[in-house]
């Protein structure tokens, strides 16, 4: 079928939002010190964000995938009561300030705080301020983001499946295992990498609950931050890096799961 036009009053808030999204990515392009990108890159420090923003945000997402997969199970299919203060409480994060994320992970965590006094007594740990500080900071603000997306894929998948998995004698782990879990196979993928997106651009919550101490909690965010005060311009070439390295890892996990998912 032909399809129509698009109405002009569609037409012209779409071309405003799409100019408000892009305007500021093609800036940063334009404004980049193209001359200067190989000596800026080799800076010191600049390896050491990069690697730790990128193993710290795929830790954050794998602790993600493990924790909130289930956790979006229960939201979905459980009927425990409390489910939709239980769902409320898992949301928070998304709106609440990063900082104050990291403010609350510093007085549950913290040398003085409610688990962290235990931690450090009996064990002699301290999270605030290591590189574990940096994972559980991200996987904080980031899980939100797999459960919502996770839970969405399993109240639209066919529960006529999982009955007839039922029927034929398989128990709810075995059922979980062979027939939900590949069945929101897209789903639980696309929420990891909304995760992973969210992780790597972490800042509010890292540097309240972390720290700025390169090679330990300094994160491509935070050297952005600091860039910015001393050198603008290894500020853009640094926001240049995580530009690609979120696109290009956006675009092969759409290539190999999303388009998959949407294909079928």
Known sequence: MRRARTPAPLLVPAALAV???????????VRTPWSQLGALLTAPGVGQALRLSLVSATLATAVSVVLGV????VLARSRARGRAVLRALVTVPLVLPPVVGGV????????????????DEAFGLTVPFTTTAVVIA?????????????EGA????????????A??????????????????APGVAAGAVLCWARALGEFGATITF?????????????AVYLALQRDPQAAIVL????????????????????????AA
């Open 19 to 29: 100019v408000f999204l892009v305007l500021p990515l093609a800036g940063l392009l």
């Open 239 to 262: 926001s240049l890096v995580l530009l690609v390295v979120s696109v290009a890892t956006l675009l092969l996990l759409r290539d190999r799961w999303l388009g998959r998912g949407a």
């Open 154 to 165: 399993l109240r639209a998948a066919d529960v006529r499946y999982e009955d007839a998995a």
């Open 210 to 222: 972390a720290g700025n101490f390169p090679g330990t909690t300094q994160t491509m965010p935070l």
């Open 70 to 73: 289930p956790l979006a199970w």
């Open 104 to 119: 609350a992970l510093f007085l549950v965590l913290g040398r003085q705080g409610i688990v962290g006094r235990w931690l």
């Open 138 to 150: 991200e996987t904080f603000v980031a899980m939100p983001f797999l459960v919502i997306s996770v």
């Open 167 to 184: 029927t034929l004698g398989a128990d709810r782990w075995t059922t979980f295992r062979r027939v939900t879990l590949p069945l929101v």
